[in-house]
């Protein structure tokens, strides 16, 4: 083709004719400012004009760590979009390898581009010194690339435990809710009070730092008459729990007591003033770790004792002598035994037999009650699987909100959690229910859930949680005005039509985003 370089926009037209059709993908992590979803696409820009690039489309995923695809909506939308041929670009166009991702293994990250190849669509590292077009030298440098990678996550999260360690052994708490009885205090660098953290509220400034006090006097009190109960009256936790809730007495979540809330504060060394950090570990977003008590790191008397250490040290004897470590056949044998008087087994059942270990031993020995069941012989007359995915549930409720409240403040937002109403006011301008949907499978095998709507606090957005097939993890969100509220029960399947889909998202992005703070004259 001959260029007519004398002719005014001749050249102009000949690069549109030719430009090839490319999507970006950036992601943006907590690390580092250079790495701004802003920087990447001005870099990207600059290498799609000198290469004959037209960016079409973006995929970006901010505030995201790349230690795995989980949670990068982005990411598991551009390989959708491109298997399913619902892709309009013929490239992609990245920053560079760690912005693809911080995968441990290589071949992971590796495999993802590949099923970009195998549909067509080529992938370009645009900041690396290499070209990514299949030659040896590119394939070993990418390999040696991922490996870096991942092997920076690996270094950065040796030297931020270490850090948080440290902080530890110096008496200061690091992350997870005070406790009931306890609240989270913000202190200088030079360990002066600045004001108590509500539910949900982080430090601001790098040097501030948070240590746990005892709070209102009359929380303290329960606290105290909780372990006289155990220790001097012998209740047991489930006992306690009906206790406390007959007098309305809430937990520090504004929830009802339940035997393990009771439990928990029977053996938090937070209680006596004892700092415990790292009983469990979730290093590098792999695998969920009991640690051994040996590896805990700890800092004893780093707060003011709520409780006296005797009548601690009491407790814990009456747990471990109630819950001495049996095999699982005399485990068992004393599960028999309880079958047999009362010729049925539950939670509650077992918590109130005498002598025996507690329903959650068994949960954590055989893995959850209804495999400890089968082992005896019983076999419960309805399916009660359903109270294993509730449990799991209940436990992913604080990690939903945090997270959520993480993405609004990242965005520049503010999140304050009112327990009692169990609404989320962000801004100060609306409110938001969180509302976490268990699935369920129908007898032809389709999948289901169901939402409860008839919220006494009318929130003006309930954010529903739908969880996977297994429920452990969250599938998807659907952000629901309350103007679309009509019926007290939702009932969702995989496809509900536009009415309802349309209020689908993979993630809670759009809630974060209208949290975000803009300024006028940019609104404008």
Known sequence: MIIRWDEPGAAEQDNARTLIRAAQYVRMSTEHQQYSTDNQAEAIARYAEFRGYEIVRTYADEGKSGLNISGRAALQSLIRDIENGEADFEAVLVYDISRWGRFQDPDEAASYELRCRRAGISVHYCTEQFENDGSIGSSIIKTVK??????????????????????????????GAAGFGLRRTLVDQDGRQKGLLGLGEHKSIQTDRVVLTPGP????????????????????????????NARRVLTDLGRQWTR??????????????????????????????????????????????????????????????????????????????????????????????????SSSTYR???????????????APRHDYRYIEANRRLRAAHPNVLADLIGGIERFGGTARFDPESELLHIN?????????ARCFATGAGSLRWKVKLDFPTKPDIVLTVRMNEANEAVRDYYVLPRLTLEAALLRLCEHNGLSLDAFQFPTADPVWRMAARVPVRRAA
């Open 364 to 378: 954590q020995r055989f893995g959850s009650l209804l495999r400890a069941y089968a082992l005896v012989g019983f």
């Open 260 to 357: 393990g809330t009771v439990h928990q504060l029977l053996i938090n060394e937070k209680y006596i003033g004892n700092n415990v950090w790292a009983r469990t570990s979730f290093k590098l977003k792999q695998q969920h770790v009991l640690n051994p008590a040996d590896n805990w790191i700890r800092h004893n008397g780093a707060f003011s004792p709520i409780v006296d250490k005797d009548l601690f040290d009491q407790a814990q004897r009456i747990i471990e002598q109630r819950c001495a470590r049996l095999s699982d056949d005399e485990m068992l044998a004393k599960l028999r035994a309880i079958l047999a008087l009362n010729q049925t087994l539950s939670g509650l059942i077992i918590d109130e037999f005498d002598n025996a270990p």
């Open 217 to 244: 006097e009359h929380e303290q009190t329960i606290v105290r008459q909780v372990y006289l109960w155990f220790v001097q009256d012998g209740k047991t936790e489930a006992e306690i729990a009906a206790l406390l």
């Open 428 to 436: 100060d301008e609306f409110t938001v229910m969180l509302a976490i």
């Open 146 to 175: 991922r490996a870096m990678a991942g092997e920076y996550s690996r270094e950065l999260s040796v030297k931020v435990f270490a850090g948080q360690a440290n902080l530890v052994r110096l008496g200061f708490r690091q992350g």
